[in-house]
């Protein structure tokens, strides 16, 4: 894979382009399919397939792009890869708030986003919260690649108590949360509605931020053009305790979806993202409610 990094990325493309179509045949047709006909029924046969065409040359390119990471200069990475919104998170950082939530998603090349770490030194040190992969070696591999900016590579069971750490020491903070997958049965507390369907979603990175007073934002990706992306950082709320519980994952969900309607092509569409729906999860609460009655009765 090192090896294949260090083509230049013009011959990188053409091997996306070239894998992009036995990819798009065979890898989750059926499941893109089916997610984007739910997200969007007001569009026409010919109009999903042509985002579903453009999703899988999305994918490919993500793919050649994170191994190109193996072998990418600082420089190449930072001209490839901006940001904006810097000025506003430090100008929190040196009011005396350590630590900074930001909102992410699976929308554009998000790995590449771990390079931000270039861009807030030395004033700032990123982390990105991480679900290990079943594959032992494509997890060391992505672990390697994450990391080799100088951020924290902290373990989704263990973000409450690596962040209650980091804060002890006394340094700013600025970990990215990438909350638009889809929880476990036992981690559902909150639907909202999101691309036509009433969503479970994770609420964790609002929960910690109320308890520790991490101030929080939205990255917002674009793509200028292929092998360039922009992140947009729009500030949220600078005390989340000080509103409504769930309001932040709310106004999250609501950012991400009008990208998405933007540009659809550029979200992961191959996830079963609404396999738990909110029926099941009530017949499941009640089912689970009944065995704890019929106990206490026993």
């Known amino acids: 894979m090192w090896t294949i990094s260090i083509l230049p990325f013009s011959l990188l493309y053409a091997l996306s382009d070239f894998c992009c179509f036995f990819v798009r045949r065979c890898y989750r047709t059926h499941v893109v399919r089916e997610n984007l006909r739910t997200a969007f029924p007001e569009k026409s046969v010919e109009e999903l397939k042509e985002i579903e065409r453009k999703f899988y040359h999305q994918l490919c390119d993500n793919f050649v792009e994170d191994i190109k990471m193996l072998s990418m200069s600082k420089e190449e990475i930072m001209r490839r890869m901006t940001f904006s919104g810097l000025d506003e998170i430090k100008k929190r950082h040196d009011a005396g708030q350590s630590l900074h939530f930001l909102y992410l998603s699976h929308f554009g090349n998000w790995e590449w986003i771990s390079s931000i770490n270039y861009s807030i030194q ?138 998405i309607r933007e540009h659809p092509e550029m979200w992961l569409w191959t996830h079963k993202r609404w396999s738990r729906t909110k029926e099941e999860w009530l017949q499941r609460q009640n089912a689970s409610d009944e065995g704890k009655a019929s106990d206490e009765n026993e």
């Not at 992969?133 to 060391?140: F, G, K, T, V, Y």
């Not at 700013?172 to 691309?195: A, E, R």
């Not at 922009?230 to 949220?236: D, K, N, Q, R, Y």
């Open 122 to 259: 030395p004033w700032c040190t990123s982390g990105q919260i991480y679900h290990p992969l079943r594959n032992d070696l494509m997890d060391e591999l992505f672990i390697e690649l994450r990391g080799q900016y100088g951020g924290v590579n902290i373990k989704m069971k263990e973000t409450f108590r690596r962040i209650l750490q980091l804060r002890k020491e006394n340094k700013n903070y600025t970990i990215g949360f990438i909350s638009d997958q889809q929880p476990k049965w036992t981690s559902i507390h909150h639907f909202v509605p999101f691309l036509n369907h009433d969503t479970a979603v994770f609420i964790g990175a609002e929960h910690i931020a109320r308890k520790v007073d991490a101030f929080m934002t939205y990255g917002r990706m674009s793509r200028p053009k292929r092998g360039y992306y922009h992140l947009e950082i729009i500030p949220m709320e600078d005390h989340p305790a000080s509103v409504t519980e769930t309001t932040l994952t709310d106004r999250y969900f609501q950012l991400l979806e009008a990208d």
